[in-house]
């Protein structure tokens, strides 16, 4: 068990944790016992991975642009990332479209189902809620979000996680700044951010220690809260067509990493496995980062140069995963609904879709409130809105579970891509003892 890899050990958690939140649901005071005394774990486990997050986007993005010794290879890099993502985002959105498109998901439901899911859902608070955060972003402008990029406090958006943006906005403009002034100048501070950096990092072994226990305090939170398993399956083809998607993503980062790259898939799939269960198991693409930079720096052999802006910048506005859900869900509501979408309005997807995972936060649940802008874009009517979430919503913890999978295997595989085209992807330099518990001693 000790020299077990720590995805089995996470795996072997997370199996556990789901067989133990069946047998909390048929307990008498089951699901209380798990939010009093299983919950606080896996809480306390996503409080730490984001307590780190900022001190680690700060050191490693200095550090990666002040190694890059000049200012034009950043830029490089930053184009190349941006365009890359563009693309990546695209295909998703397209993948869901055709796939909705083909299997008709949302012709299958009857009158019964929709009238059920609309009766226990259309007036949930979760779903209002999800409907009036949209509502406040889209009543900004179309440059609000670039507005919203820059910070006026450096401390303030270091104080908040969800300004992770903001942070990135500074620290890159700090960076570059060292570079200005010159080696000598900036030795001192750059000494300080790479010894900052390689202590957050070992902060992350330490954290990901917990990693097989914390997911299984997750899922069986996860379980003991999830829906009645009837609507479940009465959205089960719809739930398929997303997966399908999510998939074939899967399939597409293979083939970019086999045929550009050269390197194994399964490899690359197997060593940024930790990332992937932990996205699963918090459904949060943020939460997961740290991890997410260590796998991919300590044991995909992606440069820091290259990773420490393309990870951070990626899990916020890169979320293939997401789009390709929302794409999906826009078009099985239309047809459940007898909502005629024109090729016009399929075209209106793809552009909303690549905004809305943009402007999605990386947590939970933040693609559903995207996707009411995304109908909105197609004139789905206003007092519809809480009936088309509501047909959705009792699977979308699963799905987002999913998703948020694909939306952090997605950052991983572009930071490889990039890397390689600047010629930055080296071997792996594993400290891995995150994977050997013996050695932490
Ligand atoms: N949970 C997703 C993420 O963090 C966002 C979403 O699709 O809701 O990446």
Same mark, same amino acid.
């Given at each position: 068990m000790k020299k077990w890899p720590l995805?089995?050990?996470?795996?072997?958690?997370?199996?556990?944790?789901?067989g133990f939140g069946i047998v909390l649901t048929q307990m008498e005071g089951g699901v209380d016992f798990s939010s009093k005394f299983i919950k606080p774990f896996g809480t306390i486990f996503i409080k730490l991975l984001k307590l780190i997050a900022i001190p680690l986007i700060v050191a490693s993005l200095i550090k990666g642009i002040s190694d890059l010794k000049n200012i034009s290879k950043f830029r490089n890099i930053g184009l190349r990332t941006i365009i890359t993502y563009v693309v990546t985002t695209v295909i998703a959105i397209s993948i869901g479209l055709l796939l909705v498109n083909l299997l008709k998901p949302g012709e299958g439901i009857d009158q019964d189902t929709i009238n059920t899911l609309t009766s226990t859902y259309a007036n949930d608070s979760n779903v209002q809620s999800k409907i009036s955060e949209a509502g406040r972003q889209k009543s900004s402008g179309p440059l609000q979000f670039i507005e919203d990029m820059v910070p006026d406090n450096a401390i303030g958006a270091m104080s908040n996680n969800s300004l992770m943006l903001q942070v990135?906005?500074?620290t890159i403009f700090l960076g570059i700044s060292m570079l200005l002034v010159g080696e000598k100048q900036a030795e001192p501070l750059k000494k300080i951010f790479d010894s900052l950096n390689s202590v957050v990092l070992k902060m992350v072994d330490l954290i990901m220690l917990s990693a097989p226990f914390a997911v299984f305090a997750l899922l069986t939170n996860v379980v003991v809260s999830s829906d009645n398993p009837e609507l479940l399956l009465a959205l089960f083809k719809y739930a398929i067509v997303v997966l399908i998607g999510l998939l074939l993503m899967v399939v597409f980062y293979a083939l970019v990493i086999m045929v550009y790259t050269k390197k194994s898939p399964f490899w690359?799939?197997?060593?940024?496995?930790?990332a992937q269960l932990l996205a699963f198991s918090t459904s949060s693409s943020a939460a997961t980062l740290p991890v997410t930079m260590e796998r991919v720096e300590e044991h995909l052999g992606v440069d820091k140069?290259? &990773?420490?802006? !393309?990870l951070p910048v990626g899990a916020t506005i890169n979320m293939d995963g997401t789009s390709l859900y929302q794409a999906v869900a826009?078009?099985?509501?239309?047809?459940?609904?007898g909502f005629e979408l024109t090729f016009?309005?399929?075209?209106?997807?793809?552009?909303?879709a690549?905004?809305?995972?943009?402007? &999605?936060?990386? !947590?939970?649940?933040?693609g559903m409130v995207m996707l009411v802008i995304v109908l909105e874009s197609i004139g789905f009517p206003a007092d519809k809105l809480a009936v088309g979430l509501a047909l959705i919503f009792a699977v979308d913890r699963p799905l987002d579970m999913c998703r948020t999978v694909i939306n952090v295997t997605g950052d991983a595989a572009v930071s490889m891509f990039v890397a390689k085209s600047v010629g930055k992807l080296g071997e792996p330099k594993a400290q891995n003892w995150d994977d050997h518990y013996d050695e932490v001693k």
């Open positions: 995805h089995w050990k996470i795996l072997l958690g997370m199996v556990l944790g789901i990135i906005f500074f690359f799939l197997s060593k940024i496995s930790p140069e290259v &990773s420490s802006f !393309v826009a078009v099985f509501i239309a047809q459940a609904l016009a309005d399929q075209l209106t997807i793809v552009v909303a690549l905004m809305a995972s943009i402007g &999605s936060a990386a !947590v939970p649940g933040a």
